[in-house]
Every structure is written in structure tokens, then in C-alpha cells.
């Protein structure tokens, strides 16, 4: 296995990854295995399963009691599979309203929050997760911090204490 970047060999190892390329800070993958080059400092991850992968981010942020961050709202958007204009006609907001939300600008509301946890409830299994969840939710927004591990049955995420 070459660098892409140098030609230098690439060393193969498990690692706890953190996966902000996700656009999440607080996302780590446990024991991915991860190739890097000594020479540049190049490294890839593997990420096996990969839409599991978000599936399974997705439903530890829509099961966190915070209000929802703005870095959060455009990873669901995007796992929603919308543009900026297609996720504000589905909210019934102006695509403004969605650009606000996802650059920090104006915070959504509780309303709008619910609402985009229960799109993302409608593509993963219902029995995963509970409503009541949304009776329980917080005013003020953090960010998910998530522990990852493929086990057998997929992905699976954790929420980690901060
Ligand atoms: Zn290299």
C-alpha cells in the first residue's frame, strides 16, 4: 500500500479515530483501521459500512436531550439527503431560515428541532427509538459526543459523558 500523496509506504493500524470529517467534532470511531504515511504524514481510514456508519450518528444525535447544534442540523440535512432549499420546504421555512440555522446565526426553534429529530426517526427502524425521548429535551444546545463500534450487527453509537 503507497502514500496517494509521497509514493512512501502506509502503516496499518487500529485506532480510536476521531471522525470530524463527518462534519461532527465529538464523533470517535473505535478501532477503525487507519494507514499512514511516516514519510508525508498523509493517512486514510477505512470505514467499512459506511451509510450504517451515519445512520448510526444520526440516531446518537436525535437521541441526545441538548437542543440540536448547528454543525448537527446540516449533518441530518445532509444525511436526509436534501439540499439547503429541499430540507426548508420540508420544514416550511425559507431556505434563509435553513442557511441561518446551519451557520450558527439563529438558533431553531423547539418546534423545528422535534420535527427534524422525527424525519430522521422515519429511516431508521421506529422500535430504535423512543419518543418519549422528545419530551425530555433541553433548551440549550451541545454537541453530541459519540463513541462508535462496529459490532456484529452494524454500527452502533454511544454517547460518551464530556
Ligand atoms: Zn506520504
Redesign the pocket.
Known sequence: MK??????P?ISARENYNYAACGLPHVTLVGVEVRR?K????HEVVLPKIEQLHRAIALGVVAKRPRLTAPEIRFLRKYLGWSGAGFARHMGVTPESVSRWENDRDPMGAVADRLLRLMVVTRVPVSEYALDTLAELEDEPAPARLRLEAARGGWRAEPVAA
Do not use: K, N, R, V
Not at 39 to 42: F, K, L, R, V
Open positions: 502514500c496517494d500523496a509521497c509514493g512512501g502506509m504515511c514519510a508525508c504524514g498523509e
